[in-house]
């Protein structure tokens, strides 16, 4: 065939994505016949731009997706968005468009960015979470949910943005202020709807231990943040008040002999109690209330407290008493709302101490030391002791371990009817009520004669009404002229609509199950088809999802499969955690960020800025974003070098699972080894039989075809275990043995073609484009890649038949030697003493003796 003398980028993806697309290479359906591979990439949210991050993300899931599809799995690897949220609602009050069209307009739009990558995904299958045919199945859910107990609604203290006039996640509370407004968040009390995913506490972190495709630092995250503690519930007495106590839960009993003070919530019944008369508490009980819910919040913020005068008897020793503080740092909804504060062996609470002048009891010392001394040096220390030892300064406790003080204090407790033993999760219910407009309609009907009516299941979706306006703080729901207003569907009373939508988080905690039968119009799915192709096989995103996303899917997998939806308890049986792109950041000299665009790089290296010359200060290399201007536009990447480079750059240049640096020679680097490929099919003999070829030991044209078969069997192990780079750099060094090969005959000749071969099938998953043009190229139009088999090996050539040994005279390295294994020692010296160099070396001297190490040398000692 005619062959241009440059690859034509452009000209050729454009043409494999379409002829792909005609031949519907990668719709799936349900075969019984095959095994099943789904594999899903975190979808995105529609922002309207792709980013370097997506690049790499989708790279990765295709790779898989196109390997698995060529061992002959049925592969599923659908696409869709995440596409409710604030950021549409912020778009709506800041260009004046409707959430709706802003987020259509960018779904059209990144999905045309990303189909010139060449991703190999099912898209009969997209959706998108904000239309109503999906998030009808999201409310019947929910009804669902609500039915089996695992939905509820309650006061719950929530963040409060007072100029925003809505429910904060703690993620949106930024040094206690909103993190769109600014304004101070505040601490509310609002009735919320809650998921109840404490049923599953147990099971969830039970099953951690199964999930051995996970990274085990996601496994851990997700262990600390269910949290499961065993320890005691405690009673306090309060003095002067007969029959009143403060319950406490501890997870360290065993250091109760060291309590200096208890701490309660500022919203503990007694704290509300005292502040109704205590305008000083009450003020503290705002001060507290400016402050954000999340742990974090409150664990970065200087340790208050205020002391309300009371005191409590120690529950071990009727003569002991201690005093009672509100303390900024207790959260009313873990525990029981109080601890007790043991500063010698706690942190935090030896901060609190040292702030508020109260005592320090060391009640555990390490393991043979002065007990005493320990104690009088910890009295007046800054840093408490938290590592393990043994009981001091505890009664019948002492010289107990830890373990064995903490069963003994609990059974004490028991004993004296001032406690007992319990488990406490760290994990709490999930709410799910938000104050804004893009999101799910919750599906219930307030009624002052019967209370929350549940929306008939007829008469799903409730759907969001188009004509609203965001010139108001808050959320239009709640404002608008009719939507709310209904009759009720028990007694036909005038009623009222939820106003509160759900958490995102609710969409994206079900969507991977309705990838298997997303244009069900009656259900979410199903049932034989989901339970087809669920669990994901290989589920692939940031590490930054390593929690929320994850729990809350696993929960409601387990929610789901326990209301009929399912059988899957467990939705991804692989995770795997790409890490992000990073790139050099620029300032000007009057500490402007650049964007990479304004820059030129001199023949010395220095940068200066184009439109003047000026001179640049790079700094260290961050994750791009666009504050810091130092971002990579995929499309112009794209454009300039083609997708195959793009995708691998992103492959090869460091193991997935980091983050990586993108560099201008790195993409280049890439671009230049395709090029170097296109041009090497282009040496192929018009004769060449690849399937005629040698495979001995010996020939140089048998060493490539048995590199090739070590080849397949090493990056087929790299792929299956997501070691992309480590694949690319082996498909590279076969590229250099097939280049290296000189094609002096028949058996050269076609031992080049086969090595190529097995380079563009190799490559096929890596720059499917590329590696298709050149398979059409050398096996003609009608034999699609994408739809060819993966290569197989030979064990057998996967066994090394011949050695290399080093040759020396008098100790001296002389060069090498390839024989046979099993070639006798007599056979071995001769080959050695036949040698150009060996005969240089032994001229004019007597041979005295040939030592052989079978295997490694050979040493001729001669004088």
């Keep these: 065939m005619a062959r241009e003398d440059r690859y034509n980028v452009k000209e050729t993806e454009r043409k494999w994505q379409a002829a792909w697309e005609s031949r519907q290479c990668f719709q799936a359906s349900e075969d019984t016949s095959r095994p099943k591979y789904y594999v899903l990439e975190m979808f995105p949210y529609p922002s309207g731009r792709i980013h370097m991050g997506h690049v790499r993300n989708y790279t990765l899931g295709d790779v898989v997706a196109r390997f698995k599809r060529a061992q002959g799995f049925n592969v599923l690897h ?3 968005w995440d596409a409710f949220g604030l950021p549409a609602e912020n778009a709506a009050i800041e260009r004046g468009a409707h959430p709706g069209q802003w987020t259509y307009s960018n779904i059209d739009t990144m999905r045309e960015q990303f189909k010139p990558m060449g991703l190999s995904i099912d898209w009969s299958r997209e959706v998108a979470t904000c239309r109503p045919e999906y998030y009808r ?16 609604r309650k006061e719950s203290w929530v963040n409060w943005d007072p100029v925003d006039n809505t429910v904060l996640a703690n993620e949106q509370v930024i040094d206690g202020r909103g993190w769109r407004t600014g304004a101070l968040v505040e601490r509310r009390k609002l009735s919320q709807w809650f998921l109840k995913i404490t049923h599953y506490a147990d099971d969830l972190l039970d099953a951690l231990t199964g999930l051995d495709r996970w990274p085990e630092k996601v496994r851990t995250m997700q262990t600390n943040w269910i949290g499961k503690s065993e320890g005691a519930r405690v009673q306090w007495a309060i003095a002067g008040r ?3 106590s403060i319950e406490v839960f501890t997870t360290r009993p065993d250091t109760l002999f060291g309590a200096s003070f208890v701490a309660i919530s500022a ?21 507290c209330d400016r402050m954000g819910t999340s742990e974090e919040a409150i664990e970065t913020a200087e340790k208050k407290g205020y002391d309300t005068g009371l005191r409590v008897i120690h529950p071990l020793d009727p003569t ?12 009313m909804d873990y525990g029981t709302g109080a601890v007790f504060g043991c500063p010698a062996h706690d942190q935090r609470d030896m901060d609190f101490a040292r702030k508020y002048g109260l005592p320090v009891k060391a009640v555990v010392a390490p393991k043979g030391a002065d007990a005493d001394a320990f104690a009088r040096d910890l009295e007046s220390a800054t840093e408490a002791f938290t590592d393990d030892g043994v009981a001091i300064n505890s009664g019948d406790f002492n010289g107990l371990s830890v373990t064995d003080a903490k069963r003994a204090a609990i059974a004490k407790v028991e004993s004296l009817g001032k406690g007992q033993g319990t488990i406490q999760f760290r994990l709490r219910d999930w709410g799910v009520s938000r104050q804004r407009y893009w999101g799910c309609p919750i599906p219930v009907i307030h009624c002052d004669e019967c209370g929350v009516v549940p929306v008939p299941e007829d008469q799903l979706p409730v759907t969001l009404p188009e004509d609203v306006t965001f010139d108001a703080p808050g959320n239009p729901l709640a404002r608008h002229p009719s939507w709310q207003f209904v009759k009720c569907p028990c007694c036909g009373k005038d009623a009222r609509r939820e106003t509160d939508t759900f958490d995102t988080f609710f969409e994206s905690s079900w969507y991977f199950s309705r990838f298997c039968d997303p244009r069900n119009a009656d259900s979410a799915y199903d049932r034989n088809k989901v339970d087809y192709w669920m669990p994901v096989d290989q589920y692939i995103g940031g590490v930054e999802h390593a929690v929320l996303h994850l729990l809350y899917s696993r929960f409601f997998t387990r929610a789901l499969r326990d209301c009929g939806y399912l059988s899957a308890s467990e939705p991804f049986a692989g995770l795997f955690t790409q890490g992000m792109i990073c790139h050099e950041t620029y300032k000007s000299a009057e500490g402007k960020w650049l964007d990479p665009s304004e820059i030129d790089r001199r023949d010395d290296g220095s940068l200066v800025k184009i439109d003047d010359g000026s001179t640049v200060t790079v700094g260290r290399s961050e994750k791009m974003s666009k504050s810091k201007k130092n971002v990579v536009d995929p499309n112009h990447i794209i454009d300039t070098y083609g997708a195959d480079a793009a995708r691998l750059f992103m492959l090869s240049d460091c193991p997935p699972d980091r983050d990586m640096d993108w560099s201008d020679a790195g993409i280049e680097g890439a671009w230049r080894y395709l090029h170097r490929l296109w041009r090497m099919a282009g040496d192929v003999a018009s004769d060449a039989n690849p399937a005629d070829v040698p495979t001995d030991g010996a020939s140089d044209a048998g060493k490539l075809v048995r590199l090739c078969h070590k080849t397949i069997a090493d990056v087929s192990e790299d792929l299956e275990r997501l070691r992309f780079n480590n694949a690319v750099a082996r498909i590279r060094e076969l590229t250099n043995a097939v280049q290296a090969l000189k094609q002096t005959d028949a058996a050269s000749q076609n031992a080049y073609r086969f090595g190529l071969e097995m380079v563009i099938r190799l490559l096929a998953p890596m720059t499917p484009h590329l590696s298709e043009e050149l398979w059409a190229e050398l096996r003609g139009a009608d034999a699609l890649l994408a739809e060819t088999a993966w290569p197989t090996f030979d064990p057998a050539l996967l066994v090394q038949d011949t050695v290399t040994l080093a040759v020396q005279v008098n100790g001296k390295l002389r060069g090498t030697l390839d024989m046979p294994k099993s070639a006798p020692q007599a056979e071995v010296e001769q080959a050695a003493l036949a040698m150009d160099n060996v005969q240089t070396q032994i001229a004019g001297k ?3 003796k040939v030592v052989v190490v079978p295997g490694k040398i050979v040493n001729v000692v001669a004088n």
Aim: net charge negative.
């Design 846 to 848: 007597t041979i005295r």
């Design 242 to 244: 007969d029959g009143e």
């Design 78 to 80: 659908p696409m869709g």
């Design 320 to 331: 002991w008493t201690v005093p009672v503080y509100v303390a900024n740092f207790v959260l």
């Design 137 to 152: 199945h999201e409310q019947k859910m929910f009804l669902d949910f609500l039915k089996q107990g695992l939905a509820y």
């Design 267 to 287: 919203h503990h019944p007694l704290t509300t109690e005292l502040a109704a008369t205590n305008t000083a508490l009450a003020d503290f009980v705002a001060e």
